[in-house]
């Protein structure tokens, strides 16, 4: 058996003491490694040497950013690189030599105004070869978008990002294997429309909405398959009829009314309303949460636990599935709701507060007077807790929380960088002497990961 040393000095005489790994692989090969290369840098290596100067025409994945095209060209140069940007695009469009392409990218800079029809053609020919994911962020071209999308039987991924782009469905929308859709600055003109799209989507399973308008009322979506749904910023009116939705997150404002329909067991709902949208959307907050009365985890950001605060008297849900809970912040006024909810969850066994339990104007008088309201599920394990401070009124927050979970494991309590040395040792010992309800309960005050 030879040594490597030896191998390699056999190698070197065969190749005259040149070696040349990468050129002794197959084409297919090498294409599949472009492919992973924007287009521009895979072009770039046609000038290495006569071996690799078509090698760019079997990649298939085809990737153009005028962005990257431009550089850092002057603004009296834009409108020359915008004319040599779209020839780049045709000559590797007419070099191509695959059929079949996995994956076609197209940015285009919103300030720059290209004549449509040129992508018009560049998306066509990327639909006739059989495109998988289609990827555009095209500005503002509102007539960008050929029809053939519409139909393209291959399509299972795409994402369309615009400055602002109706959709009008004319005719009968076939995507038969679209899993995945992801729209944004897209204005729905009218509910026909929106539906017979989604009725030409039946194996829809992702779906996000980013900064999207609903202009008519009564607009539904249905999708059977869906199991991940993003609402972000959307205006109008929709109706969302997902049965097998598993993870939703919503954030929501002032100008967005979403109903989710025949929710039967999602794993994850994470909602997120605007600071700016608090009046108008607690009672949105409160319908979504008792909508979800099936989800294991809930995930409420800060301006939807202060939501909390001003929800009052209303029924408390009944989460009886709840495994996980993660608060974005609490206050006075959300453990009125919070200690209610969680006696109304028995399988809660996780509950995260991600900032911090107290609010800076609390007092303690007003703390004393909530916390004495219900003792929570006696099923939680774990609580952890982030910008820790040991303030007096966290403390008597963590006594209430020991005081009543009866089978609690772990507290984990992170500190916040500007707790001292000394600080700390005067923390852990007053953590010590808390009274605890679980015999097995462990207290961990350690550093943010």
Known sequence: MHHPKECRKILEM???????????????????????????????????????????????NLSFDDIEY??????????????SFERFVYGVLALHRISLIHTFSLKLTKNLKYDCSHLLVWI??????????LHLRIGNHPNALP??????????????????????????????????LDLRNIRFLDGDS???????????????????????????????????????????????????LVNLLYVCTDFTSVD??????PL?????????????????????????????????????????????????????????????NCCRGTWKYLTAWLANSPQLETVVFKRGLIQKNDTEHELHSDVALAPFSSNVRTV???????????????????????????LILFKRGTMDMEQELQVSKELLLLPKASTYCTIELKKKP
């Not at 297919?28 to 100067?53: C, D, G, K």
């Not at 029809?147 to 959709?167: E, F, P």
Request: with cysteine; hydrophobic share 40%.
């Open 70 to 83: 431009f550089g850092t060209a002057s603004s009296d140069q834009c409108e020359e690189r915008k004319t």
């Open 268 to 328: 994850s709902v994470e909602l997120r309303p605007l600071r700016t949208s608090m009046p108008p959307q607690v009672h949105v907050l409160h319908y979504i949460i008792r909508g979800a009365v099936n989800a294991k985890e809930l995930i409420l950001n800060h301006d939807a636990s202060r939501l909390l605060t001003v929800i009052g008297d209303n029924p408390k849900p009944t989460s009886s599935k709840l495994e996980r809970l993660l608060l974005g």
């Open 260 to 265: 989710v329909k025949n929710l039967r067991s």
């Open 384 to 410: 952890t807790v982030y910008k820790f401070e040991g303030h007096k009124l966290e403390l008597l927050l963590l006594k209430y929380l020991l005081e009543n979970a009866r089978v609690l494991q772990k």
């Open 124 to 133: 066509t020919a990327a639909v006739l070869k059989g495109v998988q994911h």
């Open 194 to 244: 929106v539906k017979r799209f989604f009725d030409g989507c039946s194996q829809l399973k992702e779906l996000a909405f980013h900064f999207c308008q609903f202009t008519t009322d009564h607009v539904r979506v249905s999708a059977t398959k869906l199991r991940k749904l993003n609402i972000i910023c959307c205006g109008g009116h929709v109706v969302i009829d997902a049965p097998n």
């Open 147 to 180: 029809s053939c999308i519409l139909n393209c039987q291959t399509l299972t991924v795409l994402r369309i990002y615009t400055s602002g782009y109706d959709l009008s469905v004319p005719g009968v929308v076939c995507l038969p294997n679209l899993r995945t």
């Open 14 to 60: 065969r190749d005259n003491g040149n070696l040349d790994r990468i050129g002794t692989l197959p084409d297919e090969l090498l294409a599949n490694i472009l492919s992973f290369l924007p287009t521009l840098s895979a072009v770039q290596t046609s000038i290495l040497s006569s071996r690799w100067r078509y090698l760019f025409t079997l990649t298939r």
